[in-house]
């Protein structure tokens, strides 16, 4: 196929990103041939984004508006991201049925399952795998249920600011697509991306998401317990959390910030365990042999190490650039550094080729 380019928009609670991603050969494939052309971010006031979902549409307009000027993207069509727990993601069986039919099909199957009417929101299936039911050939994948609320809250803002939503899609998806290519190829993975406001968890299998599980705590909410606990501002709070980490000696005079970071992580550290706990006895010797973390917030020290001991797994920062060409404005090194931020929107522009 002729080379084509694609923005993946993340629009997260403190930033908005956008990546460009070139596809060659094979497109927005496990092995396709792609290379990041272009990245920027602008970051966002506080309030304009609540619990991940866009509260002040002209405001996150304006900023998607300055990313535009100073990125200097090729396109203004996007494919837009959505996340937050206002997006339902369950286990659902289904007849198996062609691709278009399961579409058309969805709002009738799930009647009475959603806690929210159906007419309410936007509906999506992704089949993981099928196998012989009683009578005929059956599905097994995941349902996907937005609020439509959710999902035209981020259209509005970034039609506003000018730019063309080709397609939405679940933020889940997005890092399951590009955490899945290289040596997580044929492997069973769990993705974990700690973001501003929440924390995303997808367990991967053979390039297949699996489990989707969303929780509503992240790195602000950790920067949050400090600056009460210190009485100091969110800047400063934000640079003495990552000071201290997680797990590590502190002086007496910072214990109480210490122990307010150790008590928010361990809450979101248990939760993140009892998920991959709960997908291992699901799934009997086929249990995630490693996590990778991703998000703005997964670069709090001590972290990874935390995440290890509780789960008694092998965890490592994810390198979403590692089988993909930086051909983007700036030195490789630096998009390098900062590629656990990018995993959304890489994931976003590998959902569609333009």
């Known amino acids: 196929m002729a080379k084509s380019r694609v923005i993946g928009l993340d629009i997260g609670t403190t930033h908005v990103r956008a990546t460009e991603v070139e596809f060659g050969r094979g ?85 009475g399952m959603l806690p929210v009417a159906v007419e309410d929101t936007v509906l999506d299936y992704v089949p993981t795998s099928t196998y012989a039911g009683e009578h005929g050939a059956m599905m097994r994948g995941l349902l996907v249920a937005a609020t439509k609320e959710t999902v035209r809250a981020n259209i509005a803002a970034v039609e506003r600011a000018g730019l063309k939503p080709v397609m939405v ?72 959390k990552r000071e201290l980490g997680v797990g590590y000696g502190a002086a007496p005079e910072l214990a109480e910030a210490a122990e307010s970071v150790l008590t928010v992580t361990t809450n979101l550290v248990e939760s993140v365990r009892n998920t991959f706990v709960y997908y291992a006895s699901s799934n009997p010797g086929a249990a995630a042999e490693l996590i990778m973390l991703t998000g703005g917030g997964c670069q709090l020290p001590g972290l990874g190490q935390y995440l290890s001991s509780a789960t008694r797994l092998p965890v490592a920062l994810g390198q979403p650039l590692s089988t993909m060409a930086v051909r983007a404005p700036g030195a490789p090194k630096a998009f390098a550094e900062r590629q656990h931020s990018l995993a959304v929107s890489l994931g976003l522009a590998f959902g569609v080729a333009a």
């Open 169 to 240: 899609d679940l933020d889940a998806l997005a890092l399951a697509r590009v955490m899945s290519r290289g040596d997580a190829q044929g492997r069973t993975v769990g993705v974990v991306d700690v973001g501003a406001r929440a924390t995303t968890i997808v367990i991967i299998a053979d390039g297949v998401p699996r489990l989707v599980r969303m929780l509503p705590t992240g790195g602000d909410d950790v920067t949050d317990a400090v600056a009460s606990a210190m009485s100091i501002s969110l800047p400063d709070a934000d640079r003495l």
């Open 27 to 111: 497109g927005p494939s496990v092995t396709g041939e792609a290379a990041v052309t272009n990245f920027g971010e602008v970051a966002l006031p506080a309030g304009a984004v609540r619990e991940c979902e866009v509260a002040e549409p002209e405001t996150v307009a304006s900023a998607l508006r300055q990313l535009w000027v100073q990125a200097k993207f090729s396109t203004k069509d996007v494919v837009v991201g959505v996340g937050n727990q206002r997006v339902i993601v369950r286990d659902l069986d289904l007849p198996w049925l062609p691709r278009a039919q399961i579409r058309t099909s969805l709002p009738f199957q799930v009647q």
